[in-house]
């Protein structure tokens, strides 16, 4: 069959075209910013390609839309009370409503945009994510650093981006544009951040510090114990137990029940309280500014005060700061779900699952040299309560490990004992023990 002749691609041919995909010219800001706004964003930025904000995600970017030009940063508030309620349930309908009406808005902004012969793609807000690559980087885009750059807002101390009016009771979503924009927007000029240090206060397990510094695994623990991590240390636990009496030894019948919530309702946050505490932006500050004392009444102490079960990693610093700030909440020691399958993401992964309390005193240097399937050298240094990972081997060695790739993922999994590796010689060590030990105590898993 002749397709010139088929009745279909003759009417497309005698069709007028949109003079946005004739022209190809730059889409019109004001224009642009009233569709997405009218689709119900509340605030909207845009950021080029290639701009040098977005060099570490800008590969990723293209392999999933490879005709991206811009980024659309999209912002939808939520509501603030919710999100403050000790009730864990009125604050995870909040969120994950939120999050449907931000990818509902994305997608309404893609299909009027295909209307127009405008190619765009709408990665989710939240969930669900590229799974094949855990405990790898799972997102898309990067929805805070676009945002930060579009001018929406700058990160605060709890590593969430603070809308200057909003405050950061917002959800974020990025939209793929397969044009370019005739203006584009710049990072605002100042943080919003007061640095008031709630949201510090508030954080049952210690995850942000005082001086900025922030401890992922100890939230992603507890905060996100029903999503990735903490749902395959679920799995384990009911594998490994004998039968019902042994798993109900390990797993409350509430704890099960919340396990079920999530899989039928979306997984819940255990926390999210710096968010709730924030006092930031111009919609929000209004009750700090005029009573501090009554804020951190009505806002901080219900949340602080809770009795609560905090899931930390065992001789972590959380475990310690739980029972040191609220000896009224229970702490129950778990995995943090955390696997590593590749020696790449054991390196990447130190920095995150890094305890600065259980290095207190070290100052080492230790040399890796993996061999077999993923042969690398890698330099680790903890010093100063902080940890740096380099390639290759730098400088004079305090402990020599050489090790077969393979085992030494397997030993990191649980699935290898280092017993078993030793003898075998499938791990040597060149150096004192006791600063293998020492090594094990600052990565907890």
């Known amino acids: 069959m002749n397709l010139n002749n088929h009745p279909t691609v003759q009417r497309v041919r005698l069709q007028t075209v949109s003079p946005i995909s004739r022209e190809r010219e730059p889409l019109d800001a004001a224009w642009l910013r009233q569709i997405v706004l009218g689709a119900g964003a509340d605030d909207v930025g845009f950021v080029e390609i290639g701009r040098p904000a977005l060099d570490d995600q800008r590969e990723d970017i293209l392999q999933a839309f490879p005709h991206t030009q811009t980024l659309i940063s999209i912002v939808c508030r939520m509501n603030r009370e919710p999100i403050r309620s000790p009730a864990r349930s009125v604050s995870n309908l909040e969120f994950h409503a939120t999050y449907e009406h931000a990818n509902e808005v994305a997608r309404n902004v893609v299909a009027k945009l295909q209307a127009q012969g405008v190619r765009a793609m709408n990665p989710s807000a939240g969930f669900p994510m590229e799974m094949d690559r855990f405990p790898g980087k799972i997102w898309v885009v990067s929805h805070k650093p676009v945002a930060v750059a579009a001018g929406l807002g700058q990160i605060g101390i709890h590593r969430n981006v603070i809308h200057p009016v909003f405050g950061n009771f917002i959800v974020l979503d990025t939209i793929l544009l397969d044009a370019s924009v005739s203006a584009y927007g710049q990072p605002i000029n100042y943080n919003p951040c007061l640095s008031c240090k709630l949201c510090v206060a508030a954080c049952p397990v210690g995850a942000i510090s005082p001086d900025g510094s922030f401890n992922f695994v100890n939230c992603s623990t507890h905060n996100y114990r029903e999503f990735m991590g903490g749902f395959h240390d679920w799995i384990d636990t009911v594998t490994d137990s ?204």
């Open 242 to 445: 004998s039968g019902q009496l042994a798993y109900r030894n390990k797993v409350s019948d509430a704890e099960t029940a919340s396990i079920w919530q999530s899989l039928s309702f979306g997984p819940n946050y255990k926390a999210a309280y710096c968010l709730a505490v924030c006092p930031a932006g111009e919609e929000v500050i209004g009750p700090f500014l005029d009573d501090r004392k009554q804020f951190l009444t009505d806002t901080v102490r219900p949340l602080t005060e809770k009795q609560e079960t905090i899931y930390v990693i065992a001789d972590s610093d959380a475990e310690r700061h739980v029972n040191r700030r609220f000896p009224h909440k229970t702490v129950k020691r778990v995995h943090s779900g955390v696997r590593p399958n590749s020696i790449d993401g054991f390196l990447r992964g130190m920095t995150l699952l890094f305890q600065p309390g259980c290095s207190e005193g070290l100052n080492a240097v230790y040399h890796f040299t993996f061999m077999g399937h993923e042969p690398r050298q890698a330099t680790v240094v903890i010093r100063d309560q902080k940890v740096t990972v380099q390639d290759g081997h730098v400088g004079k060695h305090d402990l020599h490990v050489t090790a077969d790739s393979q085992t030494w993922l397997g030993f990191l999994r649980r699935e290898r004992s280092i017993v078993w590796a030793l003898f075998r010689r499938k791990i040597r060590l060149a150096g004192p023990l006791k600063l293998r030990v020492a090594f094990g105590k600052c990565f907890p898993a």
